[in-house]
């Protein structure tokens, strides 16, 4: 049975940071890619970073370029995405998504609320 669960969401200031943590079970999850999205009421998810299924290459949006680290750490089944320098603009609902073969697998993990305020 698919299983993925995230935590490490909540409530900071600017400025600060925060690790979601992302860990998958059920699935081969050291042949899977991981993408971390968000999505804030009335818009389309978003695509924050993506990352292969060994972690060796990277790719970010640009608004969190320098500021956030994705990571997948294989041998503990478990992602990870880890934002520095919050921003207001970064309040939202984090989804986790494991993916293979062009998404033709695709697990998703049940979000987690970010929010940045002061």
């Known amino acids: 049975q698919v299983r993925v669960v995230e935590s490490g969401g909540g409530w900071v200031q600017p400025g600060e940071s925060l690790r979601l943590s992302c860990t998958g079970t059920?699935?081969?999850?050291?042949?899977?890619?991981l993408s971390w999205y968000r999505q804030t009421p009335g818009k389309e998810r978003e695509l924050v970073a993506s990352?292969?299924?060994?972690?060796?290459?990277?790719n970010y949006a640009d608004a969190v370029k320098g500021r956030f680290t994705i990571s997948k750490d294989n041998a503990k089944n478990t992602a990870y995405l880890q934002m520095d320098f919050l921003k207001p603009e970064d309040t939202a609902v984090y989804y986790c998504?494991?993916?293979?073969?062009?998404?033709?697998?695709?697990?998703w993990g049940q979000g987690t609320q970010v929010t940045v305020s002061s």
């Open positions: 059920g699935f081969a999850f050291r042949s899977f890619s």
């Open positions: 998504n494991f993916h293979f073969n062009h998404k033709q697998y695709s697990h």
């Open positions: 990352t292969t299924n060994t972690g060796s290459t990277s």
